[in-house]
């Protein structure tokens, strides 16, 4: 092995049923640097991620470890873990009913001389070890009362903290902000200063420009090629990965598309509410608009938009819905309203992992119509079949369960299921969430094309770029709070000195 | 390709051992020199009923169904069991019989039928109620299934013997009988079994609760955001468990013409999850199957009967039937179940690659 490689991967094949999800790929990572693998969805790389921690096991290829004699075969994370390999995956795998502290050290617990657990050190050592990344918890609190993009830190902490050779991160940042962002960043760097191989996954190109040292591409489940980041400039990635020439940054707000005025109002909400998670508010929503919700992390954008929906029960409060009153005490009763919402969370509260993709897809329609009233199958099939079509769900059949698809196609399978509910007005948390930046336009598109038919949009995506290109109107929060709101022109400069504080248009 | 088709189809591990039962029967019949097919011999006796070890196993393992049937949407729905369902069988069967002879009757020989209508009717009832009180404590107040379902275990049976007055309540009239006997010539609990198969399976073919129950049971957070009532699904499930534990206790009770609150159902929850489990659904909740469940049911019932005739003392017959339950459980183990796939994949792989070469 050459003396700077730290891991090399070679003619890995691997095939599940109905997919060949690898054909011969090869990976090289050297030692202190940091390796981008890009592909599009279902492109393969959790595959070949899972392939090298022993979770998947390929049939073909092998993989060699810097300090390890011959070939290596992890059957376990754990057994990664030995040879210093320490992952992050793309799904959030710690326990939600454990601390914080105990998710941090789960498995390398420190020990007292009675070998017990010690737990006081393991609190003060957990208690450091978020300060140190600047994540603001209690490390004593169960995960399960942080949101996904605090696990998703938490997640990135303990990785990073053990001792190792290499660290892979998948999609870590899909739902961090940019401040969060930079934090990771920052210790990626510092890693990569000590010698270690870092492998990161992300569907952000700038990202990419940002941190990284080379990008290897696959595109489904073949090698494409490795190249240094000065080779391969933004345009050519695009159309390395895509296989096309694709300018995923032209514009696609039509002309004119701004803030309604005149038409009625889809929402009025007065002092809505919900304990300890968002203070009370006021916010119309005219028929047809896009609203995006923008704030930092932990502002309260995901509470605003589930105590409209009736996720988390709003306590005080009224909400007028197309100029009725409205009562909402379950999420039915806002899909009975003509209302739908995307979670953000797409493990914890999106999928229902072993029914198939076409019953994840008319699920909510189902549940509209009623127990009783069963959709037929052939009525079935043909709507799961219009959406796999429409957003180009990468699947071996409709019945596949949706577990088994990767990412980004379980979120757009996510998608199709409010979309098939045809809904008046439908709030998106971070709904382009580890879709790939071809998917990722059309649903802009789509989003566009909807709010035209006189549908009202909610847009909540940690990606400030993204609500630019579709929202025409943004609600400000800040601290469990709204706090103002842009009409107008947006631009970034407008949008991030309001979510700083600055007095841009409070009210 | 047809042969991986057929082993990957959930009912493929029930029906081998299904199979592996019924060869045990064969072997010993042909050891006893008469025909291997002697276990589907079925003949219609002198007094004019159906008889043969089928029907007899058909017939025994007719409550086990009933209850495989509850059993199965409890577990998918909540990932629990509910261990009352031999003692909500038994309260059913004491409350049906009070009702029918009255309160501190130990025994009637003649009841007007709109009586019998009225104890059947309120073992009904009281089915329900129980699975009501079942479903409130895990749906409502989210209490661990087996513990909220652990208070009808011990209390249910007690209450029966209270009802009862501390009696063994007797309906000896034929009309009473006939649930646990015969209409015709066929034994009437076959019939009801196969009546309460045939309603559960079509309402979960024309209606959506199949999905709906499946989906609370895989993931209760993303079925409330889609819309689904997880509570109240969860609720139901435990509802028509006790309303199936209600039906198998007037059958059991019938057979007797008695209610026996000491005795009946006694144990019958453990074979009721043992037919779940053996039906390869898992008990961690989320799909099942149903069919697989009954299959599950009749083999619990058709080792008890193979046991019988192998002579098998029934002080010692638990322990082969744990035996073989062993195997059963062990054959359809994840682990095993991969093992299998994967010596069974290989054999075509390597005929490719040779091919290739
Ligand atoms: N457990 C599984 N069973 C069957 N097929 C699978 C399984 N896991 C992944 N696949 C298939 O393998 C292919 C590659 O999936 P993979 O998860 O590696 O994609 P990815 O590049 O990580 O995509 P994304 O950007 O969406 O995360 C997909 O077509 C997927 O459907
Ligand atoms: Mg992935």
């Keep these: 092995m050459e003396n700077n490689v730290v891991l090399t991967m070679r003619g890995i094949s691997m095939t599940f049923p109905g997919v060949k999800a690898l054909d011969n790929v090869d990976f090289t990572l050297r030692k202190g640097e940091i390796h981008a693998l890009m592909g599009e969805n279902g492109a393969g790389k959790s595959t070949l991620i899972k392939c090298l921690t022993g979770i998947n096991d390929f049939e073909a290829g092998e993989i060699r470890v810097d300090g390890v004699e011959g070939t290596v075969k992890n059957h376990s994370t754990q057994d990664a873990q030995s040879v210093g390999i320490s992952t992050v995956y793309q799904e959030v795998n710690l326990c939600p009913n454990l601390s914080v502290a105990e998710n941090l050290y789960i498995g390398r617990e420190p020990m007292t001389a009675f070998h017990t657990i010690d737990r006081k050190t393991m609190m003060k050592k957990a208690d450091e070890l978020v300060k140190r990344l600047d994540i603001k918890v209690d490390v004593t609190q169960n995960l399960e009362n942080y949101s996904l993009a605090i696990q998703q830190m938490i997640a990135i902490a303990r990785a990073s903290d053990m001792d190792c050779k290499v660290l892979i991160l998948d999609e870590p940042t899909s739902s961090l902000d940019d401040g969060e962002v930079e934090k990771l960043f920052k210790v990626m760097n510092q890693l990569k200063e000590e010698g270690v191989g870092i492998i990161f996954v992300t569907h952000f190109l700038e990202q990419v420009y940002a941190v990284c040292d080379r990008i290897t591409v696959l595109r489904n489940g073949t090698l494409v090629g490795e190249y240094p980041i000065a080779d391969l400039p933004r345009v050519k990635l695009v159309a390395a990965m895509m296989g096309k020439d694709f300018d995923d940054l032209a514009s696609i707000k039509p002309e004119g598309f701004e803030a309604q005025k005149d038409t009625p109002m889809e929402i009025e909400a007065r002092g809505l509410s919900h304990k300890g998670t968002i203070k009370p508010f006021d916010l119309d929503i005219r028929k047809g608009e896009v609203i995006g919700l923008t704030g930092l992390l932990g502002s309260g954008r995901s509470e605003l938009a589930r105590s409209i929906y009736g996720a988390d029960r709003a306590q005080t409060g009224t909400l007028k819905v197309a100029g009725k009153e409205a009562k909402i005490s379950q999420p039915l009763d806002a899909m009975n309203l003509g209302m739908g919402l995307l979670p953000d969370d797409r493990k914890a509260e999106g999928i229902i992992g072993d029914l198939s993709v076409r019953e994840n897809i008319i699920l909510a329609m189902q549940a509209k119509r009623g127990m009783f009233r069963q959709l037929s199958r052939a009525k079935q099939e043909e709507i799961a079949d219009e959406y796999i079509r429409l957003l180009q769900i990468k699947t071996a059949t409709r019945e596949t369960p949706i577990k088994q698809l990767s990412g980004g196609n379980q979120q757009k399978a996510i998608l199709a299921r409010w979309l098939a509910t045809d809904p008046d007005f439908l709030i998106l948390d971070e709904p382009t969430r580890g879709i790939d930046i071809g998917t990722k336009t059309e649903i802009q598109k789509l989003i566009i094309q909807l709010s035209q038919q006189g549908k009202s949009i909610m847009f909540i995506s940690s990606e400030i770029e993204e609500m630019l290109r579709t929202c025409n109107r943004m609600a400000v929060l800040r601290d469990g709070a709204k706090v103002g709101e842009l009409e107008g022109e947006l631009t970034q400069e407008r949008v991030m000195a309001a979510i700083a504080g600055g007095a841009d248009n409070e009210k | ?357």
């Design chain 2, 1 to 357: 390709m047809k042969s991986k088709k057929l082993t990957q189809n959930p009912l493929f591990l029930p029906l081998v051992c299904v199979l592996l039962v019924l060869a045990v029967n064969a072997v010993y019949d042909l050891s006893q020199g008469k025909a291997f097919y002697e276990f589907f011999i079925t003949v219609i006796n002198d007094q004019g009923l159906l008889t043969g070890r089928l029907v007899t196993i058909l017939n025994r393992g007719s409550e086990v169904a009933i209850l495989a049937i509850g059993m199965t949407l409890v577990v998918s729905a909540s990932a629990g069991t509910d261990i009352s369902v031999g003692s909500v069988m038994s309260l059913c069967a004491s409350f049906c019989c009070m009702l029918v002879a009255g309160f501190g009757v130990s025994s009637v020989d003649d009841v007007a039928i709109p009586r019998l209508l009225l104890g059947l009717l309120g073992a009904l009832v009281m089915g329900c109620i129980c699975g009501a009180f079942n479903g409130t404590l895990v749906a409502y107040l989210n209490i661990q299934p087996m513990v909220a379902t652990l208070i009808l275990w011990s209390a249910a049976r007690a209450i029966g013997l209270l009802l009862c007055n501390n009696l063994i309540v007797y309906v000896r009239t034929d009309a009473y009988g006939v649930f646990g006997g015969y209409i015709g010539f066929l034994p009437t609990p076959i019939l009801i079994a196969a009546v309460c198969i045939a309603v559960v399976s079509l309402v979960l073919k024309k209606t959506a609760m199949g999905m709906y129950i499946q989906s609370v049971g895989i993931n209760k957070k993303a079925s409330r955001i889609a819309g689904l009532n997880s509570k109240r699904i969860i609720f139901m499930c435990y509802l028509l468990c006790g309303l199936c534990a209600g039906i198998a206790g007037i059958v059991a009770s019938s057979r007797i013409t008695s209610a026996d609150s000491n005795n009946i159902g006694l144990n019958m929850e453990l074979d009721a999850i043992l037919a779940v489990a053996l039906g390869g659904n898992s008990l961690g909740g989320g799909k099942f199957n149903l069919a697989g469940s009954i299959i599950g049911a009749y083999t619990i019932q058709a080792i008890t009967t193979t046991m019988y005739n192998l002579g098998v003392s029934s002080a010692v017959a638990p322990v082969f039937k744990a035996v073989v339950v062993i195997v059963i459980v062990v054959i359809q183990a994840p682990p095993v179940k991969n093992w299998v796939r994967k010596h069974t994949a290989a054999r075509p792989a390597a005929g490719k690659e040779a091919a290739h070469a």
